[in-house]
DNA sequence: CAGTCTCG
DNA sequence: GACG
């Protein structure tokens, strides 16, 4: 995390660092969020966004859906990644190219050269929707970072320790943004406050987050 | 426990 | 912070 590693990049796209291996590229995605969003149209029209369960029979506030090769899924048998959609027993809508490309552009842009998801989440808050500390630990390689968007209204992010009982820092993150976490950071807590009800442009009463990841 | 609930 |  040396600063000469950011040297080409647009002064409104210099990285934050919130801690070791962790970054936040303001509005990095900006110039592209019309398209993100359409692509997130097309993907959940395939695969529509539900609300999940935890293992412990709750029903998560956030509806979700995935794209790529492996989605992310919860449900009363755990948490884990599978080819297909369990709603319609078939593989999960392709990874689009917009996608692939930012999650690639963003890491490189925080340090992470030749990331290559096979994996997105697609997180659909409305007002009232939160998600609780959590750690992103179902995934095969823990060296492979987290790249994460945000589109819509703005919304608080936590990014706390390697335990659940450390205190976590708010950052609030707005539409355009990209958080991306890997190396020591990679296992750190982290999750959102409760949506306050908003409308925003292009979203409307919501916030998307797009969560890439390497599951495999 | 990617959850809810309770206490100070 | 407890919870199971």
């Not at 962790?22 to 692509?39: H, K, N, P, Q, S």
């Not at 029209?45 to 090769?69: D, F, I, N, Q």
């Not at 297909?84 to 190219?97: A, C, E, V």
């Not at 020591?184 to 409307?204: I, M, N, S």
Request: net charge neutral; with cysteine.
């Amino acid at each position: 995390m040396t600063p000469d590693l950011f040297d080409d990049l647009p002064a409104e796209h210099l990285p934050e660092i919130i801690a070791e291996g962790a970054v936040i590229l303001r509005r990095f995605a900006l110039d592209r969020a019309e398209r993100l969003l359409g692509v997130i149209g097309e993907v959940t029209e395939l695969a529509p966004l539900r609300r999940m369960k935890t293992p412990g029979g709750h029903a998560m506030s956030v509806a979700m859906s995935c794209c790529g090769e492996q989605g992310w899924v919860t449900d009363t048998r755990g948490y884990r990644y599978q080819s297909d959609d369990p709603l319609s027993g078939r593989p999960w809508p392709s990874m689009r190219d917009v996608f692939r490309t930012l999650a690639r552009e963003a890491a490189s842009a925080a340090g992470y050269e030749g990331f290559c998801p096979d994996a997105c989440l697609i997180n659909r808050y409305e007002p009232g929707a939160k998600m609780g500390l959590h750690q992103d630990r179902d995934e095969h390689d823990f060296k492979q970072p987290i790249v994460s968007v945000t589109l819509g209204l703005s919304q608080v992010f936590q990014f706390g320790g390697l335990r659940r009982n450390e205190r976590p820092v708010n950052i609030p993150l707005h539409h355009g943004d990209v958080v991306v976490w890997g190396g020591p950071a990679r296992l750190r807590y982290h999750g959102v406050l409760t949506l306050k009800a908003g409308d925003h442009p292009l979203t409307g009463p919501c916030r998307y987050n797009l969560t890439f990841r390497r599951a495999r």
